[in-house]
């Protein structure tokens, strides 16, 4: 599929979901989303981006804001979701408590106006192809085309070392060009590991949503860093990395540093159809969702929240669980 027809189709998707923001003139919300009609989806898949706390228990009261990717089993984003969609529960030393549905707040990241800020990781070692190579790119710049005024993002190639092209920016110009633009660097080694820890730390810089996307054969030769040392940052950082495998490259390196960051593994190993890549790419971000209730949990408790997602289908009712820890503020 060529890239003009590539961008009608998304923009047709980018202007179909426009159509759909809620509007005062919509119906109130009294159940989950559902669509007996949907028999595409099999499984439902989340993951739990970040968690942000604020106030406090004298003040306006204590709240929380979860991240969640909800995709299908492809990983491509499930939309429309509302509040009763999705149950959560705190536990602490204190006892578990229940948040009810009709406490929780939930609107997608584009809904709330969130900027995301990105650094993709891609691959130019001797081991990537260059017919993936330019399907690579070709995705990258799709994913760059449709970023909104309030997102960044950041390229970081690499074969033998990594290089950060263009830092941070939200200049797509400047951005595309980066894509664009021959890598200059030696072949032969592969430093995957090392490029995630730069885009880690770089990431872990800004104020917006951010995560690391990589885009790789998956190949590690060449690296200074351990993948030890790259959990350790994730700890530290709370940023997940998001792996995409191209090609017949190793599956389970990229598989490890998903699983270790929290963030989750896409296996594309052709990326004929950049725009499903697209999709794949601003699901884990831009069309996750934000979920935020009052805390009922002690201040100062460190609290274990579990957040359980159900979907009704053609194939039956669908659930997913994610977890994550936060201190009660």
Known sequence: MRQNGLLLIVGSLLLMSFAGCTGPSEPEI????????DHTTTAVVTNLIQIETGGTMGLAGPWVKVYLSVTDQQGLPLENFNHYNFAVVESSSAGTVNVDSDNLDAKSVAQTG????????????DY??????SDMESAVKLFITFMGSGDAAEIVKYSYYPEVVQSFTSSKDDLTAAVEAPWTGPGGGAALIDAVYVAMLDASTRAELSAVYAMSMGWEYSS?????QLGELADSTLIPCYTFGMGAGDTLKLSEIADLTGGRFFYVPELEDPAKTYELLTGVLKKSYVLEWDIR????SEVHVTITTEYVC???TLTSTATGVFTAP
């Not at 009294?30 to 009609?37: A, D, R, V």
């Not at 969130?114 to 070692?125: E, N």
């Not at 949990?297 to 100062?300: I, L, M, R, V």
């Open 314 to 316: 053609g194939n039956g």
């Open 114 to 125: 969130q900027g995301t800020a990105t650094a993709v990781v891609m691959d130019y070692s």
């Open 297 to 300: 949990s002690p201040s100062g």
């Open 30 to 37: 009294t159940g989950p989303y559902s669509n007996p009609g």
């Open 128 to 133: 990537m192809p260059e017919n993936l190579r």
């Open 224 to 228: 200074q860093h351990t993948i030890g």
